[in-house]
């Protein structure tokens, strides 16, 4: 895969929209309890699969009380706090039929320049036939023989490095949803002046709705027929041409911004598979890519991607690089420069530059 060397728009655009100062915290009385005790006994709860994840255990209560109220200033700030959303939805949905086409390729182009990623290895399209995401996307799969305990036990710090790189992917995709549409104003103009502003309002509510249902109620098929949006990469058999394809479908543009980034992801987080064999990647997706642990991740996710984000814009990385290297990093390796991160150590600075540069 090739990305482009000079710095990606990710962290600029992080700045020109996502950093906010002074945010009431409404987490405690706003957010919906069965999300409060979720965060609250993650730690002790040994049978969830979040629990892998060193991350999300001890840091995840506070990334999701940080997001919660992140997303909530930004509806505010939008004015949507008295905004009816099915007709918000269905506004848009009305707006956008004439322009589909010209919104799917602006699309395209708003990821490809965010990421610096070839446009002719994007395929988006606004279409209401979603499918039921997976992380792991077309990577196949067959009937194995199931692993021993002891081989599970092996590769539960595997898991948890795959739920913090999922982590930054949802995070990432969901914050593009909320902003990268910044990016196509002029162009967003020309069609039709008044999709900004519904896409400003739409997408904070879009986010900030995890955290008023109760998550801990809805079962595999629920979750599903909720997505308005799906992506999934179509691996290239000759992996030295490395012309894998994105494909993504969405209800609406930002959405198939937030599905085509996703996408992106998946492919930078290929790197941490290499050299798993069928039996152990079938167990790693299994767990780490359960569809159960999406609202979870997309909650903890969006700060968790803010803060890393954050580091990569002061060094001067560029974002997808630094994935895909942290991606090919041991488990230990990857605790060690997220917690630097999330604990606002001075050192994670240099830790990433260096971690990059050794690529």
Do not use: C
Not at 96 to 107: G, I, N, V
Not at 228 to 234: P, R
Not at 325 to 353: C, R
């Amino acid at each position: 895969m090739k990305i482009n060397k000079r710095q990606s728009l990710v962290g600029r655009l992080i700045f020109a929209q996502g950093e906010q100062s002074n945010i009431e915290d409404k987490y405690d009385d706003e957010v919906h309890p069965s999300t409060k005790d979720f965060w609250s006994g993650l730690a002790a709860n040994k049978s969830h699969s979040l629990n892998n994840s060193a991350i999300m255990s001890v840091y995840g209560p506070t990334l999701s009380r940080n997001s919660y109220n992140h997303v909530t200033n930004r509806v505010n700030n939008v004015g949507a706090n008295n905004v009816n959303p099915g007709m918000l939805y269905n506004e848009i949905m009305q707006r956008e039929r004439p322009h589909r086409k010209q919104l799917e390729e602006l699309a395209k182009n708003t990821v490809a320049n965010i990421w610096g990623f070839p446009k002719n290895q994007l395929n988006g399209s606004i279409d209401r036939n979603v499918d039921i995401n997976n992380q792991q996307g077309d990577m196949p799969q067959q009937n194995i023989n199931s692993l021993s305990n002891e081989e599970m036990s092996k590769l539960k710090p595997e898991v948890g490095k795959r739920i913090n790189l999922n982590a930054m992917s949802h995070g990432s995709a969901v914050n593009n949803m909320m902003q990268a549409h910044h990016m196509s104003r002029k162009e967003l103009d020309s069609l039709d002046p008044k999709l900004l502003g519904l896409y400003d309002k739409f997408s904070a509510l879009a986010h900030q709705m995890y955290w008023h249902h109760d998550l801990s109620a809805l079962d595999d098929e629920s979750l599903g027929n909720t997505a308005i949006g799906s992506s999934k990469v179509e691996w290239d058999k000759d992996d030295n041409r490395g012309q894998h394809q994105i494909k993504a479908k969405a209800f609406m543009f930002p959405v198939l911004i937030q599905e085509l980034s996703k996408g992106i992801h998946m492919l930078l987080n290929a790197h941490g598979l290499r050299g798993k064999d069928d039996r152990e990647l079938t167990h790693i997706y299994k767990i780490a890519d359960a569809i159960k642990n999406e609202p979870w991740l997309i909650q903890a996710g969006s700060d968790l991607w803010r803060k890393v984000s954050k580091v990569l814009n002061v060094s001067k990385v560029n974002h997808a690089k630094f994935i895909a290297s942290l991606a090919s990093k041991s488990p230990d390796e990857v605790n060690t420069v997220l917690m630097s991160i999330l604990d606002n150590n001075p050192k994670s600075i240099d830790m990433v530059k260096g971690m990059v540069s050794r690529e």
